[in-house]
């Protein structure tokens, strides 16, 4: 899994919609990055990720003033993509997020509805 910064992840995914029109679904989840997974990420990748600073340090920490990072990941086949969004990015990421899925909303497929006079009247 490649690990990006959130606008490179947006050009990323961009082309992941690209290639998925001719065929291929693509993924997307986001998650709250809690206190846990951040220890667990600082171990294994042996840094602190961006935003995350914060609460990891418990003297600095007050239940309100928290704010997670979030991590967001998104799969094309067998490509993986991830990042992890700061709060204070997450309304610019959020904006080029929607653009993305605004640009590529057409390759969408309607779904097939039967009407229920149909239905009725063949029984």
Do not use: W
């Amino acid at each position: 899994m490649k690990e990006l910064d959130p606008s490179a992840f947006t050009v990323e995914l961009g082309r992941f919609y690209q290639r998925s029109k001719s065929n291929g679904t693509v993924s997307v989840t986001m998650k709250r990055m809690t206190e846990r997974r951040l220890y667990k990420l600082s171990r294994v990748i042996k840094e602190v990720p961006k935003g995350g600073e914060a609460i990891l340090d418990k003297e600095q920490m007050k239940d309100d003033d928290v704010e997670y990072p979030c991590l967001v990941r998104a799969q094309y086949k067998k490509d993986k993509i991830s990042t992890i969004v700061t709060p204070s990015e997450l309304d610019k990421f959020h904006n080029d997020y929607s653009n993305i899925i605004k640009a590529y909303m057409d390759s969408l497929k309607k779904k097939e509805r039967t009407r229920k006079k149909a239905k009725t009247a063949a029984q």
